[in-house]
C-alpha cells in the first residue's frame, strides 16, 4: 500500500462548523472525549431523530395503510411524507420508485432475487467492481450459480483509481447488469458513476449502485445519473438502524415480481389465485418500520438542514488532512483511493495487527473500524489481511484528525522497534 501524496494544512470550510454540528448529537455530550470515526459502519444519530422517533411513538404510532380512524391515517400520512422526503432527496421522478426496506443489503437482495430471475439467463454476465461490500458481491455470485450466469468482475489500478479502459474492455452484449459501489467502503474511493452508467447503458445492460457511503456526504441525483437501481441503509445517513431505500425506475419496478409476500402487498387474495399491488407496495410485504421510516425522513431532513454541498466539500478537505497526517507517520501505510478519495481513509502500521492498533487507539478515545470490513476479495488483491479505517462524519474536525494521528504515533512507539 502506497501513502497518497496530499498535503493539506487546513481543512476547515468556511461556513461549515462541525463543532455546532457535534453539540446536536447527544452521545458527544454523554461521552464528550469520543473520537468517533466510524461513521462508514453506523453513524450517531441527532437529537432530531431521537427526539422525532419518541415523539411520533408518543403522539402518531398507528398501523399505516389498513385502518380507517384518524391516528391510522396521521400514521400512515407521517409514513408516506418520509418516502416522499426520500424521493426528494435522491430526486427520484415518483414517490412509487422508493421502496422502503431494511437497509441496502435487503435492498440488493430484492434485486437480485426479484428482478434477477426474471431478466437474466444462462451466459449472461453481471458487472461489479474489485472493491465492493460483500453485500454487493454476495447474492449476484449465488444469482450467477443458480441461473448459469457469469460474474465479471472489473479492476481498480495501482493508485486504487477505478479503471475506466478495463470496465468498458469487459462490458459486452452479454452483460445485463452492472451493480458497483458509490464510494468504496474501505478505501474511500469515489466511482465515476456517471460514466459507468453511461457506459453500461450503451450496451443495454442496467446499473445498480451502492450509495450507502455516498449519500450521506455529498448530492445524489438518480435522474441525472440515470441509474435503473439506488440502495442506500438508513443507519448511515444519521437515521435509525433497519431502516433503507431501494430507489428503481418504475419501468423495472413494474416487471419485477414480488420477493417476499404477506400482508399490506396484495390485491386480492382467493385459493386459486393472488393479485399484487403496484410497486412500492409490491416489495413491502408485512408491518413496515413505521417509526424507523419517519426516522429516517428526519434525518434526511438533518442533512438537507447542514447542506449536502457543504458536507461534501468539508469532508473532502478533512479526508485530505488525515491523509497527509498519517503519512507522515513513520511506518504507516495508508490504503490507495486514487484522486477521488471521500470521507474514509484506511491504514495499517507496518507489523502491528490492526485488531492491535484498533485497542491502543481505543485507549485514547479514539473509535475506528478494523478487519476486512466486509471486503475480503480486495484485501487478498492488496495483499493483507485487513486495516484500521476512519472513516468521517459531519461531527468531526481537524482536531479529531490531530489526536487520531497522535494515537497512532502512541501506537507505533509501543510496537516498532
Known sequence: MAAAPLRFEKATVRGFDPRAVRREF??????????FLDSGASAQKPRAVIDGIAEFYRTDYANVHRGVYSLSARATDRFEEAREKARAFLNAADEREIVFLRGATEAINLVAHSWGPACLKAGDEIMISDVEHHSNIVPWQMLCERLGARLVVAPTDATGQFDLAAFEALLSPRTRLVAVTHISNVTGTLLPIARI??????????VLVDGCQALPRM?????ALGCDFYVFSGHKAY????????YGRYDALQSMPPWQTGGGMILSVEYAKTEFQDPPHRFEAGTPDIAGAVGLGLALDFVESLGREAIAEHEQALTGYAV?????IPDVQIAPGGQHQLSIVSFNIDGVHPHDVGTVLDQHGVAVRVGHHCAQPLMEKLGIAGTVRAS????NDEEDIDRLAKAVEACREMFVR
Do not use: C, N
Not at 324 to 328: A, G, K, P
Open 239 to 246: 437515521g435509525p438502524t433497519g431502516t433503507g431505500i431501494l
Open 219 to 223: 448530492p445524489v441525483d438518480v435522474q
Open 26 to 35: 447527544p452521545i458527544f455530550t454523554t461521552h464528550p472525549e469520543l473520537v
Open 197 to 206: 452508467i453511461e457506459l453500461a447503458h450503451a450496451t443495454g445492460a442496467k
Open 392 to 395: 468521517l462524519g459531519v461531527y
Open 324 to 328: 497527509d497526517q498519517l503519512s507522515r
